[in-house]
Structures are given as C-alpha cells and as structure tokens.
C-alpha cells in the first residue's frame, strides 16, 4: 500500500537552515502537502507542490520534489525558536485518501 | 471563518464509559475524516466520509463508530472506552484535490 516516511528529529541552531526529507511510495500521487503542528494545535497547512512541479519557493521555505525517486524535502532558511514543530509531509493521489508521514520533530537551539 | 470546529477540547472518561466526539465543517466540504494521534506518532485514520450518508473505516476503526447525516456533521462516538483509547483527536475537512483543514483536537483519557 501507500507509505509516507520522514526522520522523526532534526536539531538545527537558530538562524541555520533547516531540510527536513520525505519519501513516499505512491507513484500516482497528484499532490504533496506539509503541515505544521504546533504544541497543542491541530495540524496546519504550510506549502503544497503539485506532482508537476520541481520546486517552489514561499518566504523562507523552499520544497524540492525529485519524482523520478519519489523525495520530497522541505528548507526553512534563517530557521527561529518559532519554527519548533511537527513538520508531517502528505501526499495525496486526487482521490479522497491522504497519506501522512509520522511526522519529524524540529528542535530550535537558540 | 470558523473551519473546522471540535467540541470537547478536553475529556476524561472513565473505563467503560461512552461519549461522542463533535466536529462540525462550515465549508460545504464532502471529505470529513477522523484521525488519532498518540504520543510521538503520527495520525492514523479512524473513520471517513466522502458524503452524507456515506462512511467507511480507516486503520483503526475497532472501537468507534460514526454517521454522517449532514454534510456538516461528522461525530465520532466511543462505546465502552478503554485505556487504549487515550488520545488526541483530529477531525479533517476537504475536497477532492485540495488539501485538508483540521480541528484543533480533542484531548481524551481513559483512566
């Protein structure tokens, strides 16, 4: 079936960038989301790329998509105290069902 | 603009006790979904619903049941709850295509 896999922590110092990796297996998937999840918070969407594109830049994060081996990164740049969240990668094939990573923890060392 | 609403944030029940988890959507989306998310995992899916009327089961459905009468409403009932059943709770709205709106969650423990 569908898997979406990310390391679970990653430990940056503030104003470094940070790349959080994903991979997932489904290789009709239309859409790739990551959310964010904040202590106590449900999970909110971050940035989005469509399976037809390479890269898309927003502010401080880029997201990288190499379809040929089905990896999806994340890059927060200047990364803040703030930024210390669950980051969960999801990929969804235009159907109803989307698939979630487990999530990795981002830890900000001031 | 409220979203995705769910009512209650917090619950504490004891074993064997029932309850039903709210989750209301003023999106006019057809997706609802519920999912749960235990300490330092991720979220698995509970239950889901493509329309009124219509829902079937995800992952973990043992336990639970749900209806979806309106597009609106989308309540997760607990019968019989159990120490396994402590959670977090997220409800999720959308649309084919589109990405999801969650619920801020319901906090539950069974003790």
């Known amino acids: 079936g569908e898997d979406v896999e990310q390391s679970l922590f990653l430990s940056v110092r503030e104003g470094d960038s940070s790349v959080i990796n994903c991979t997932y297996t489904?290789?009709?998937?239309?859409?790739l989301y990551w959310y964010k999840q904040e202590p106590g918070a449900g999970l909110q969407l971050l940035t989005y790329?469509?399976?037809?594109?390479d890269m898309k830049q927003d502010q401080r994060l880029t997201v990288l998509l190499n379809k040929k081996d089905k990896h999806l990164s994340l890059r927060i740049a200047d990364t803040q105290t703030g930024d210390s969240a669950i980051y969960f990668c999801?990929?969804?094939?235009?159907?109803?069902?989307?698939?979630f990573g487990a999530g990795t923890r981002l830890f900000v060392k001031a | 603009n409220a979203g995705v609403t769910q009512t209650p944030k917090f619950r504490i029940l004891k074993i064997g006790q029932s309850m039903t988890l709210q989750c209301a959507q003023d999106?006019?989306?057809?997706?609802m979904y519920w999912y749960r998310q235990d300490p330092g995992m991720g979220l698995k899916l509970i239950y889901y619903?493509?329309?009124?009327?219509?829902?079937d089961k995800g992952e973990v459905p043992n336990g639970y049941n749900v209806s979806r009468s309106t597009t609106e409403d989308f309540p997760l009932r607990l019968e019989l709850a159990a120490p396994s059943q402590t959670s977090v709770y997220f409800c999720?709205?959308?649309?084919?295509?589109?990405?999801?709106?969650f619920g801020n969650g319901t906090r539950l423990t069974v003790t």
């Open positions: 999106m006019n989306h057809n997706y």
């Open positions: 489904d290789s009709s998937s239309t859409y």
């Open positions: 619903s493509v329309g009124a009327g219509i829902t």
């Open positions: 999801a990929e969804n094939g235009g159907g109803f069902k989307t698939i």
């Open positions: 790329i469509f399976s037809n594109m």
């Open positions: 999720a709205s959308g649309r084919q295509g589109s990405p999801l709106h």
